[in-house]
């Protein structure tokens, strides 16, 4: 059956319930899919998203060859897996974990898994803390930001732990280190620091957290391990920020994800978690599974995976060098803070973050501008392609609605200037003529 430019309105060629009695033609098959597919956005000016749109076509290459291979089957495809235990290697050591017997880690779907993985391993050594010491193992509780990516609401949620999240606000719109240590008790399985904020891109303050819990439990309170979600910072601090310390070299922080498919530059979906040393993964959440006739010790939620990710982070490492990697960052950082100071300037909007930390920035409208809201902007952007969400903040400062701007690799100062200029027309058009909708929460349709 071949498709024709103009067909009836209704046309049912596109199953949408059934799956058809009869299939179709390889290139007509694939007009349709193609068909439906116009009208998502376009992935390189979706500036909502941290997650790679642009990768080289070598990578491309590379991913396209090892489409088939399995993560799993590390038996069959014993390459990937060295390629794997290289990549955590090269985190390892990116993390600083020179000490101990060395970092230990996997790769994963995403910083979401890697993230369960990590909280895991705290509450397993939480209860075998408590059972050691004789004490209830109920109500373990999880203390982190309110500004975090719901993937931790997710994991208390999931396996039953109370998510303890610290309001925050306007002055420190992140988890800050007394907030953290106030909210700890002997039931606490660990902290959560993030490197750096999903909702404004600042870093917290890992190292003052990682204090506040050494002076606690110095002072006989509780002895409450650090896990950093550095699921966007673990590829950008690293590189542009060598002497912040918020990794292994804080002996509180146990374990730490990030997402290859961010600042790691592959495309979706890959992510890592790495513990400081063996003694900080519990033995009883690893799995054997049998390796070249030996034993391969693994830890996922998902069995099969696909392994071009991990090939294709491989890559960016040999491709790159860490002189790359810090030129792609130090670029995306400076475009950053160059766009949010034009934005700044622009008049009705007042910077939240200024793309300093993460190259990524949020900006909100000041006070005195009460004829339209985020959401116009938002979507009157939306009507040029850009894709600039608009959203709450999250508990504490609920009443701030900000729009954000994620830099990454392949956004281009000539973007950043069209972008400006595209802002520029739609506060004129909406000074001069206001809003025509609502400012209500019913528009507020992004979610982190
Ligand atoms: C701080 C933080 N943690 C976790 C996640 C979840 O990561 P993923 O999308 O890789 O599952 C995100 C995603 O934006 C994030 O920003």
Not at 75 to 100: K, S
Not at 245 to 257: A, C, G, K, T, Y
Not at 323 to 342: P, Y
Not at 373 to 399: F, N, T
Request: hydrophobic share 40%; glycine share 10%; charged share 25%.
């Amino acid at each position: 059956m071949a498709l024709h430019r103009h067909q009836p309105l209704d046309d049912d060629s596109a199953p949408r319930v059934d799956l058809p009695r009869a299939g179709m033609g390889a290139d007509d098959a694939r007009m349709l899919v193609e068909n439906e597919l116009l009208l998502d956005g376009n992935s390189r000016l979706n500036l909502a998203t941290f997650v790679t749109t642009w990768m080289e076509p070598q990578a491309r290459a590379l991913m396209d060859a090892c489409l088939d291979k399995n993560m799993i089957d590390k038996d069959e495809y014993p390459q990937t897996a060295e390629l794997e235990r290289r990549c955590v290697n090269i985190l390892g050591e990116l993390w600083h974990a020179g000490e101990g017997d060395g970092a230990t880690g996997c790769s994963t779907t995403g910083s979401s898994e890697a993230c369960m993985l990590g909280g895991l391993a705290l509450k397993w050594r939480w209860r075998e803390r408590r059972r050691a010491a004789g004490l209830p193992e109920d109500r373990p509780n999880l203390v982190m930001g309110a500004n975090v990516q719901v993937c931790w609401e997710k994991f208390c949620r999931y396996w039953d732990i109370e998510a303890r999240c610290v309001p925050v606000s306007a002055e420190h719109p992140y988890l800050t280190a007394e907030g953290a240590a106030a909210a700890c008790d002997e039931h606490t399985i660990g902290v959560v620091a993030i490197l750096g904020s999903t909702f404004e891109g600042s870093y917290e303050p890992v190292r003052e957290i990682a204090a506040a819990l050494d002076a606690l439990a110095a002072s006989g309170g509780p002895d409450v391990p650090l896990h950093v979600d550095a699921a966007s910072g673990g590829f950008v601090a690293p590189f542009v920020d060598p002497e912040l310390e918020w990794d292994f070299r804080l002996p509180r922080v146990q374990s730490i994800n990030a997402s290859g498919h961010k600042y790691g530059l592959v495309y979706p979906g890959i992510g890592w978690v790495l513990w400081r040393e063996k003694a900080a993964l519990p033995e009883d959440l690893i799995f054997h599974v049998d390796y070249l006739g030996g034993d391969m010790p693994t830890f996922a939620l998902n069995f099969s995976r696909p392994g071009a990710q991990v090939v294709a982070q491989y890559y960016t490492f040999v491709r790159l060098g860490f002189e790359g990697f810090r030129g792609i960052q130090q670029r995306s950082r400076d475009i950053a803070t160059g766009l949010a100071g034009r934005i700044a300037e622009l008049g009705p909007f007042a910077l939240v973050s200024d793309g300093s930390h993460l190259p990524v920035f949020a900006f909100r409208l000041r006070e005195e501008v009460t004829g339209y809201s985020v959401y116009d902007v938002s979507e009157q952007l939306r009507a040029r392609g850009w894709i600039v969400p608009a959203y709450r903040m999250p508990e504490g400062i609920h009443d701030m609605a900000v729009l954000r701007v994620c830099i990454r690799n392949g956004f281009s100062g000539d973007l950043a200037r069209l972008l400006v200029e595209d802002l520029q027309r739609v506060v004129e058009r909406l000074e001069k003529h206001g809003s025509n909708v609502p400012a209500d929460d019913s528009r507020a349709s992004f979610h982190h």
